[in-house]
């Protein structure tokens, strides 16, 4: 099965070769931790979830790996305006991105590095670039040099002539050079701080990234993934740093999703657009949403309005209803019947179509619509004077299988009694008590995918029905 990947670095498709036969070792940048995820953070999560399942799917082992930054200018404000702890802060909302991911039908990465969990990394990272030439220690802060970097630019397509158009060195910077950019800042007062060779301070935002993704995958990764925003200067700096400290490649394959617009406009909290997650999966069934996060080529920007979010409900729904009437039909068919090779033929051929979409860099939006010529199919052999179990067995699982792939569920779900629920938090208590803590968060995850939203309160755990 060969897998062709948009690479960023080469602004090509390429054929997907891991450095090592059947393992995957991919990184995708998370949040920066001070407040719930806004769609546009939900859309990178959706489509490398997705990105993760196909390649299980092809038969990958994959190792995903997507960081927590929780130390920023962005955290610090926060807490400070919230009159809260930074850890409090910063755990009360790692917490509030499970339960939307999860919401979102995403699986969680194998490793969700935090920062503050690798700052004795990222210090000795940092000491090698001194060593080797490549930052330096200025009043307390320290700075990559840019230009000694052959290749900077290389992601983003640009010349450093072009970059130093427009740099400039901000109030309070110490810099040798306009372009170079900061891998330590020295602590201001009251600031959290940690003890390194040059004073007590914090990691810049880049360093953080590629230290975590050496730590955690190796020196080189086969995909490295994000947002397009990030491509500069995050996954520039990033790319210039471990190159640097390894002398290897860094990320074979890097790839970037697209922008989401709020109806046509640019989402900004300027605009009043600006829409959490945690809200609109009160509003909107939560796998619509991620239909609609796939309805569109990852690549390609997405405009979120009322009336496509309605178009996508519609089509999940024609999805829906298909499945459920060759279940319906399944459960009144008895035996095998005569031979359906011609149907089974006709599923298989619909099942290679939907590979043939995700392995053309994993276009789901073709990969749907061949889940709707898969739902035409069923309801075409529905309207057979004789079916047989054998078919809408097959039916049944190929829906299953490629929605599977896609995060998204067709069978309508069985609605838990309200003592389920209570038994099922009485035994998340009692794991909290034992010190459980994977038995509770799996019991939790199982409640919030079936849309049941706990809060934990010094009276007890609440429940409510999302």
């Known amino acids: 099965m060969s897998i062709q990947i948009f690479n960023s670095l080469t602004r090509q498709k390429e054929e997907f070769i891991p450095l090592e036969e059947g393992k995957v070792k991919m990184y995708v940048c998370g949040p920066t931790v001070y407040n719930y995820i806004h769609i546009g953070n939900s859309r990178p999560v959706i489509v490398y979830d997705t990105v993760r399942r196909y390649l299980q ?25 919230l009159g809260e702890e930074v850890f409090e802060l910063t755990e009360r909302f790692i917490a509030a991105y499970f339960e939307d991911i999860t919401a979102l039908g995403c699986q969680k990465a194998d490793v969700h590095p935090r920062v503050t969990e690798h700052m004795d990394d990222i210090i000795a990272f940092i000491q090698v670039l001194i060593d080797k030439g490549y930052a330096y220690e200025s009043q307390g802060d320290v700075y990559y040099r840019t230009r000694k970097f052959d290749g900077y630019g290389k992601l983003s397509h640009q010349s450093i002539d072009d970059l130093k158009v ?14 170079d950019f900061a891998l330590w800042k020295a602590a201001k007062p009251g600031e959290i701080k940690w003890v390194s060779p040059w004073g007590e ?6 360093i953080e990234c590629s230290v975590m993704a050496r730590e955690h995958l190796g020196d080189t990764i086969d995909i490295h993934a994000g947002g397009q925003d990030l491509t500069f200067p995050h996954h520039e700096n990033e790319i210039a740093q471990s190159e640097a400290h390894t002398d290897k490649t860094f990320a074979r394959y890097w790839m970037h999703n697209g922008y989401i617009n709020i109806d046509n406009e640019k989402m900004s909290k300027s605009l009043g657009n600006f829409v959490l997650v945690n809200d609109i999966r009160k509003q909107i069934d939560p796998q619509v949403l991620r239909f609609f996060m796939l309805s569109v080529h990852y690549r390609h920007p997405i405009n979120f309005a009322q009336d496509l979010v309605e178009a996508a409900q519609a089509g999940l729904e024609r999805l829906r209803t298909a499945y459920t009437n060759v279940q319906h039909r399944l459960t009144a068919t008895a035996g095998l019947g005569e031979s359906g090779d011609e149907w089974l033929t006709k599923i298989a051929e619909v099942k290679g179509q939907f590979e043939a979409a995700m392995n053309d860099d994993f276009n789901t939006a073709n990969a749907i619509s061949v889940l709707f010529e898969l739902a035409r199919l069923a309801n ?11 078919v809408l067995q097959a039916f049944i699982n190929t829906f299953d299988k490629l929605g599977n792939v896609l995060g ?5 779900e069985v609605e838990l ?19 459980d803590f994977a038995r509770s968060d799996e019991i939790r995850d199982q409640l919030l995918s079936m849309n049941i939203i706990l ?8 429940w409510k029905r999302g």
């Open 57 to 81: 799917y092809a038969g990958y082992d994959v190792k995903f790996v997507s960081n927590f930054t929780d130390v920023d200018d962005k955290i610090i404000k926060a807490a400070n305006e």
């Open 380 to 390: 075409t052999y529905l309207n057979e004077p004789n079916t047989e179990a054998a």
């Open 408 to 412: 998204i569920v067709f069978s309508s």
């Open 166 to 179: 427009g740099a400039r060195i901000e109030a309070g910077e110490k810099k040798e050079d306009p372009l």
């Open 417 to 435: 009694l309200d003592e389920e629920i209570e038994a099922l938090i009485e035994e998340r208590n009692q794991a909290r008590k034992n010190r």
């Open 201 to 206: 301070g914090r990691p810049g935002w880049h």
């Open 455 to 462: 809060e934990d309160t010094r009276q007890g755990t609440r």
